[in-house]
């Protein structure tokens, strides 16, 4: 990316920065940033299992003790460091920082949206509140902002680093040789997604119990932790595919286990863009997900497969195809990661966040 000419800088308002979706999307915008847009970032909570040690991200405040502290040290900060904007990315975050952007003059961003999910519970109507209050909204899908009833805001899809794409699919049979045990011969299927109720695990081992039934052979890998574990794993023995599941848990890894695998299976009850999705196009491979959210944005019939969520039927099916025709599997993972290369690098993704930046900036004189 070119330098921009403008110098902007931003206050990043995040309840922490352990591994996930959003957490990803801020650490790589700042990892990759031009010198040009200056990055600081407000936290109220510390993790072990974050994105600290992977990305170089200095400039962190922590924020804590009492929650009108939080308020007071975004409004100090907002009123010493010469912001240009503040961008939230939760929902609390911008309460927290609503009123110290109005009394310093300063514009806020909100970026609360993070999956397409039409929910009718109270925190989605006052999410939606505050939303609607905002002037500046941003999401990571257009279902994202269809979902809360929004007729504006702007849309910054994830950026995938360099990292996930694979460049040497032939060091397949030694990348398994050093992941697992023996070394895999039949195709490998892959999800990356916590294991948590909303992630639909339970429908992808149903479809997986008829696949096994009808004699075809395959090695599934899960990597990602949560609550479920113990019952995705009771599944696992009661269709009895212990000998062709494996739980790997959380891993930082993860771009070696995708250039393992040839398939990647994702269902989930609601996406905005899904950097597990993504990341799995970046190792070149075709995707079977569930079409939810913004996923039907970023998941095109050149290189993946949709199904209805929870669908078990339609899974198998897209799972029989594609391991009945694995030269279409290759094919299928070409141009998923010519996608990911044209449309959704971590360039493209600073590009166009500097162009939003510098539209409020300017709408804000």
Known sequence: MNSPET???????????????????????????????????????????????EYNIKNIYLVNGKKINRLKEIYRLLKTGDFD???????????????????TGTPLLNGSIRHGIVSRKFSQYFRMFILHLSKN???????????????H?????????????????DSKTAIRAKLFSSNIKVPVLISVANLVPYKDYFSILSALKLINEDKLDFFYVILGSGPLKELIQEKINEYKLDEKIKLVGNTTNVNEYLNSADIFIHSSKGEGCSNAILEAMAAGLPVIASDTGGTSEIVKPQYGLLFGYKNVNQLYEKIKFLLSNMDKVKQMGNLAQDEVKNNF???????NYYRILTKILNGAK
């Open 7 to 53: 110098r902007i800088k931003i206050l990043h308002v995040i309840s922490d920065l352990r591994r996930g979706g959003r957490e990803r999307q801020l650490s790589i915008l700042i990892t990759n940033s031009p010198d040009n847009l200056e990055h600081h970032v407000i936290t109220f909570h510390s993790t072990k299992f974050n994105y600290l040690d």
């Open 153 to 169: 805001g702007f849309v910054l899809y994830n950026g995938i680093e360099e990292k996930f794409y694979n460049t040497n699919p």
């Open 137 to 151: 909204v941003l999401a990571n899908s257009r279902a994202g902002l269809k979902a809360n009833k929004l007729k």
């Open 85 to 103: 904007i503040i961008h939230t990315w939760g929902n609390s975050e911008t309460i927290y920082s609503y009123l110290p952007g109005l009394l």
């Open 345 to 351: 690098s971590t360039q493209v993704m600073i590009n």
